[in-house]
């Protein structure tokens, strides 16, 4: 099948541009505290919501209100859509989530709430109004500094492109077959994070004889099992602070580092780029190589562990080859001794058995700094050679699942932005009778 793709920006001659103004009107959020919150009760939409939770169209509720507090609330009608009033970026100013439920819901308070008066496809609605070209029209509206505001007279001035409502009704079941997809390859995502969580704690506790199995637990076969000072541990094992397991451990740059930062040079690493899973090299900063060969204490090796001192405190990854000589801006530094694996060290720090230990150091505040001697004070439960490497694979193996499924998530997300683009532009139109084949085809 063929899609009718335009050289030029041209609207089609079955669409209509139009200002919100003329599709419905608009009315502010109101609302209580989030002392009104409850566990469980009547569905709200609050502001924050609509940036963590509400993506277009609302498919589920992550707050409530109990019903003696819901008349403080502004009642959803199907087919509302709600903005967000304040924001912290003029770039996600006037984030927007279509309701299309007919059950009892409220909106909160710092939300601006749009009901179409005119034939409108709710869901159609909750993608054009988060689409590229409304969001540019909400950040050149947004207002203020350090919190972004937006109005419903800003909003109202958008002028939205709209087609027939057999087409808004394919556009949007074509767009939410797409978030259908990202949706259930995020849900499996999170089931094999706790299938991890789950592996983790048997491959640290149990390891993996030779045989290739794990260690009845400790309750099952005491006989196999010491204790240390983490607990219960496999006799062949040996428990020690990270001190007599390391050759090095030290921290990067921390006075003014960003005086060393220039546009193109040596890679360093913050802690934004230390992920549980590896390396995250997006949002790298460079330093020089004047700069680094000054800096040479923290250079980094492959081998190396790089733990996150503030924030995610411990979270750990080991340095690649193609980092060797990077630095480190803020960052503990661990080089493993020959008797200890860095995937083995990195997934033993990332562990319960890890954070447990780096929140109890830090009074079970997770924004204090972890420093360098609360990490060579970290103790660790330590087999054999070959036995790590057995587990080091096994949670190697698990990681690399998870790596191809967010690899596939990122396709899915690219390929809605650039749907999302086409049709909403009417640069890209979809014959009616053939929205079936397109589909198959995406």
Known sequence: ?????????????????VP???????????????ADEVASGLPCIRYGDLYTHHDCIVRSFCSFISPSSAQAYTPLQSGDVVFAASGETFEDIGKAA??????????????????????????????????????????????????????????????????????????????????????????????MKKIKTGLLHRLLTQGVTEDGLTRPPCGEAPHLYKESPIGSIPREWQCAPCSALTEMITVGIVVRPTQYYVEEGVPAFRSAN?????IDPSDLVFISPQSNAQLAKSQVRPGDVLSVRTGYPG????????YTGANCIDILISRPSKQLRPDYLAAWINSPFGKEQVLRKQGGLAQQHFNVAELRDLLVAVPGLQEQDEIVARILAINEKIAQERVQARKYKCLRLGLMDDLLSGCVQIPIADSGEVMANV
């Open 315 to 322: 979270t750990s990854a080991v340095v690649p080859s193609e």
């Open 1 to 17: 099948m063929s899609l009718d793709m335009c050289k030029e920006p041209l609207l089609p001659d079955d669409w209509q541009k």
């Open 98 to 191: 279509a309701y299309c439920d007919s059950s009892q819901a409220y909106a909160g308070a710092d939300t601006i709430i749009f009901r179409p008066i005119h034939s409108l496809n709710p869901a159609f609605a909750g993608y054009a109004f988060n689409g590229s070209e409304a969001n540019q029209h909400k950040a050149r509206m947004g207002q203020g500094s350090s919190v972004i505001h937006i109005s419903a007279e800003h909003l109202s001035r958008f002028v939205v492109k709209i087609p027939s409502l057999p087409e808004q009704a394919r556009i949007a079941e074509i767009l939410e077959t797409i978030d259908e997809a990202i949706g259930q390859t995020e849900i499996l995502i999170a089931k």
């Open 20 to 34: 919100l103004s003329t599709l419905g009107e608009f009315f502010r959020g109101r609302g209580g505290t989030r």
């Open 274 to 278: 230390i992920r549980e899973d590896g």
